[in-house]
């Protein structure tokens, strides 16, 4: 599943290429793929001929301003990619790949296309009057975004102190921290020489302190890389991300350790995937 450094890189290649040009109409091929409106007509009766003015994240959310015609709010665009969720800038000449589940027409030479394999991937037009947290009902339990003030060692030590779970496991939550997912929790700990399977009630404001810094930094590694691809992640452009080619432990069970050389190990926490070097995190 694209995690925050993958739908950041996919926000921000968005904003520079589709921003200013009117959507002219297109074409839903799987209609639940449109979590709101409750139907096809009224979604592109919300988005037709509105421009869109800025996309930003929050979370794993694509979110993008609209304006109409005649420069009033137009609402909002929402996208959550899921697990193999794409947008894709293309020319209206490109073959429809059998994926393709939505289609923006923004004239003779542009075209947004959301595709999603596995189909889990939603859209959502939300009405200028309504806030968004009221109908993307997820926005409304996530934490506070890893780079924001709010995100502090202290919120972080405050957050975990006393809970008898893996800190893997809390990683993950997202109304702890937004946008987190696998890959990046991996990172994270490996960065910060913790384990996965340390608890949270066992860890002092110092490692608490160091893993605020390390979430930061594995997160701003994977933005400066482009992402992650291990499968199905693309930008807006269809070219892969390139920080699997550098990550430490994440999908790399047996492999060296790049500090230490230790081989690589892969556990399972609550039905997820853990890797950690047994060396490096104690």
């Avoid at 889990?120 to 947290?133: D, M």
């Avoid at 702890?176 to 929790?185: C, D, K, P, Q, T």
């Avoid at 949270?200 to 110092?206: D, E, I, K, S, Y």
């Avoid at 590694?221 to 291990?230: N, W």
Wanted: charged share 20%.
């Amino acid at each position: 599943m694209p995690e925050l450094p993958e739908v950041e890189t996919v926000c921000r290649g968005l904003n520079q290429v589709t921003l200013n040009y009117p959507i002219r109409g297109g074409q839903v091929l799987l209609p639940r793929s449109i979590a709101h409106p409750d139907s096809v007509e009224k979604f592109w009766q919300g988005v037709t001929n509105t421009q869109l003015t800025h996309w930003f994240r929050r979370g794993k959310y694509l979110l993008a301003a609209l304006q109409t015609a005649d420069g009033q709010p137009g609402g909002h665009l929402g996208v959550h990619l899921r697990m193999t969720g794409q947008m894709l800038w293309l020319s209206p000449a490109e073959p429809v790949s059998k994926h393709c589940r939505v289609r923006f027409s923004f004239g003779d030479d542009h075209e947004l296309r959301f595709v999603d394999q596995r189909t889990f991937g939603r859209l959502w037009w939300v009405p200028a009057e309504s806030p968004l947290e009221s109908v993307i009902s997820g926005l409304a339990a996530l934490g506070p975004e890893p780079f924001s003030d709010r995100f502090s060692p202290d919120y972080l030590y405050q957050a975990t102190r006393g809970r008898q779970r893996p800190v893997k496991n809390a990683l993950l939550d997202q109304a702890l921290v937004a946008g987190i997912g696998n890959i990046y929790a991996d990172e994270a700990l490996f960065l910060s020489r913790i384990r996965p399977t340390t608890l949270c009630a066992r860890l002092g404001r110092q490692r608490i302190t160091r893993l605020h810094g390390a979430i930061r930094d594995a997160l701003a590694a994977g933005i400066a890389q482009g992402g992650t691809t291990f499968s199905d992640f693309r930008n807006v452009h269809g070219i892969n991300g390139n920080y699997g080619g550098v990550a430490n432990v994440y999908d790399r069970e047996k492999a060296p350790c790049r500090q230490c050389q230790t081989p690589i190990r892969r556990i399972k926490l609550a039905g997820r995937s853990a890797h950690f070097c047994p060396q490096c995190q104690r």
